[in-house]
Every structure is written in structure tokens, then in C-alpha cells.
């Protein structure tokens, strides 16, 4: 288990799949997941360009797993989009979990890159309870 405080990004797989395979989310709360041993995921979408859409990205869904989490799948999905600046992007993840069939999604997050200078994506802030640090 992951035991420091820190973020994570949608190119980080090990690590997420290592935070949360055999834990469960006990509670959602606006952009924050809290599992069952404590730790708290803050999903921070991407902040892109001040005076144009380029890089933003939003949290679309943030979803309660109560059984133990088995498996975790990171997607990245190119979306249709009209606009001149590229396709918009989602990043997914996936999970599945003891007693349940098929996969759950955990979070989806969507935007656009744009012309690429202001980033992608989202961070996952760990937040692990009960350390000096907290």
C-alpha cells in the first residue's frame, strides 16, 4: 500500500492500481474519495489557459465502490469534438470488485488539451490519515 502523502496523475497505473486494489470507498464528498483505511483522494482536474479553453479539464462523476476493489483499468478515450484545436479527451477509471459483475467506473474526468501548452488530465492528491504530516 502506497503510505505517503503525495499526487498521482493518470499516467501513474502501478500506483493507483497499488492504492487501490483491496480497499473500498466508504464515502464520496464533492472531489474527494475516502477509502476504507483512511486515506482521502482529492481528484484535482487540470487548470488550463486563463483566457481560452485550452487544457481544462472537469470532473464529470466520482462514484462509492463498497465492495473490496479487485482489479483497476486506466482508460484514455478520445472524444469527437468540432473544434479546430484537437479531439477532446477522457480519462477513465474502472474497477471491479468482489461480488459485482462487470466493472464500475470510480471517475470520470473530460476536457481538451487544446494546442497542448497547458497541460491534461487531472492529479489524485493522497492524503493518507493519521501521519504527522496530515
Known amino acids: 500500500?502506497?503510505?505517503?502523502?503525495g499526487n498521482l496523475d493518470q499516467t501513474d497505473i502501478v500506483e493507483v492500481k497499488?492504492?487501490?486494489?483491496?480497499?473500498?470507498?466508504?464515502?464520496?464528498?464533492d472531489d474527494k474519495l475516502l477509502l476504507d483505511?483512511?486515506?482521502?483522494?482529492r481528484i484535482v482536474?487540470?487548470?488550463?489557459?486563463?483566457?481560452?479553453?485550452?487544457g481544462w479539464y472537469y470532473?464529470?462523476?466520482?462514484?462509492?465502490?463498497?465492495?473490496?476493489?479487485?482489479?483497476?483499468e486506466m482508460i484514455r478515450e478520445e472524444l469527437p469534438n468540432p473544434d479546430f484545436c484537437g479531439p477532446d479527451t477522457a480519462y477513465r477509471i474502472f474497477v471491479y470488485a468482489?461480488?459485482?459483475?462487470?466493472?464500475?467506473?470510480?471517475?470520470?474526468?473530460?476536457?481538451?488539451?487544446?494546442n497542448g501548452y497547458y497541460g491534461t488530465g487531472y492529479e489524485i492528491e493522497v492524503?493518507?490519515?493519521?501521519r504527522p504530516d496530515d
Open 1 to 5: 500500500m502506497t503510505s505517503w502523502n
Open 98 to 114: 468482489a461480488g459485482i459483475q462487470g466493472r464500475q467506473t470510480l471517475l470520470d474526468i473530460e476536457g481538451s488539451d487544446g
Open 18 to 29: 497499488e492504492l487501490l486494489i483491496g480497499r473500498k470507498v466508504v464515502n464520496v464528498e
Open 59 to 72: 470532473l464529470r462523476a466520482l462514484n462509492k465502490v463498497e465492495n473490496a476493489i479487485t482489479d483497476v
Open 45 to 54: 482536474p487540470n487548470k488550463g489557459c486563463g483566457g481560452c479553453s485550452n
Open 37 to 41: 483505511n483512511g486515506a482521502v483522494l
Open 127 to 130: 492524503i493518507m490519515k493519521g
